[in-house]
């Protein structure tokens, strides 16, 4: 049974579907679900920025009839004010699950451990599940044979890159990661995360070449500085220049389709051509943010 959603790591493959089964229902239909979290409320609380994730999780839990408490940056900075056990502890009187939006992980495996309710991982230093989640139900709607389709990161290997490389190797998609040289994903990462796709037979390769992107079927694209890191833009812009998502590189990859997580910046790791051309799903990914959030939340309250 599992009590919260810190990495994914700790998920079956049958778990994840299970809850992207129901994502689907609940997109196709609220009605059945309109009073499924009645009388239950959820603190969000943030330590970083947000659009979507904060206002994803408040009205996708009002769809569900429950309550939404958002906290700040000042409120919801954990260990600040008071440690982040009382947090937890208090929390967990008042509220049925906690949402947080940490800088370290380490903030997340200690509000579990102190929480009586169920955590969620709104995004770390390390992993980003709900999005990894809200990734996999847009490549499901849109390619009916997704099992065999083959996705591609491109860019700095982060936080969003770690959470794709669980799921895809969890639910056995092949993916290959295509970053500068110095920028690639934990190390760590990579081979728990290769470790995983060796239980379901996919591939996770990992190249600095952007040939390697010939034949993916999704490019998916982040920031090239996430959040908390202060490098200059002007300081990486040359090293990452060949690694924007730009017609051509989706021309010459093949690619059907393109992902971000969002925020972009047009101009910079994608253009805008792409961004707002036929083959763009970002603003799928945005909405199914709260359907997976949603079953997310059913299925772990
Ligand atoms: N993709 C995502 O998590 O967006 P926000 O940072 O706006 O929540
Ligand atoms: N990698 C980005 C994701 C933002 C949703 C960051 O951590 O800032």
């Known amino acids: 049974m599992m009590q919260n959603l810190l990495t994914l790591k700790d998920w079956t493959p049958e778990q994840i579907l299970a809850v992207l089964d129901k994502a689907k229902a609940l997109k196709a239909d609220y009605g059945p679900y309109q009073d499924a979290l009645k009388g239950k409320s959820v603190a969000t609380l943030f330590e970083k920025p947000s659009l979507r994730t904060r206002v994803s999780f408040d009205v996708g839990i009002n769809k569900l009839g429950g309550h939404a408490v958002y906290l700040d940056q000042q409120n919801g900075a954990l260990g600040k004010r008071e440690s982040v056990k009382d947090f937890a502890q208090n929390l967990s009187r008042w509220c049925d699950a906690i949402v947080a939006r940490v800088f370290d992980h380490a903030t997340l495996l200690e509000l579990a451990e102190h929480a009586s309710v169920p955590v969620v991982n709104s995004l770390c230093d390390l992993y980003h599940p709900c999005q990894a989640m809200a ?73 600095s070449d952007v040939a390697a992107l010939e034949g993916v079927d999704v490019i998916y694209a982040d920031t090239w500085i996430s959040m908390g890191d202060t490098t200059p833009l002007e300081e990486i812009k040359a090293k990452f220049a060949p690694y924007q998502v730009n017609a051509q590189m989706m021309a010459s990859s093949g690619a059907s389709h393109f992902l971000h997580c969002q925020p972009a910046h047009r101009e910079v790791e994608v253009t805008s051509e792409v961004m707002d051309s036929e083959q763009s799903l970002v603003m799928d990914q945005a909405e199914n943010r709260m359907h997976a959030q949603n079953a997310i939340l059913l299925t772990l309250i």
């Open 135 to 207: 990734d996999m139900l847009t490549i499901m709607e849109h390619n009916s044979d997704w099992q065999q389709s083959k996705l591609a990161y491109v860019g700095d290997g982060n936080n969003v890159t770690h959470s794709l490389m669980i799921i895809a190797a969890k639910l056995g998609v092949d993916m290959v990661v295509v970053c500068p040289p110095g920028h690639f994903p934990d190390g760590q990462q990579v081979l728990e995360a290769q470790a995983l796709a060796a239980q379901s037979g996919a591939s996770l390769t990992l190249s």
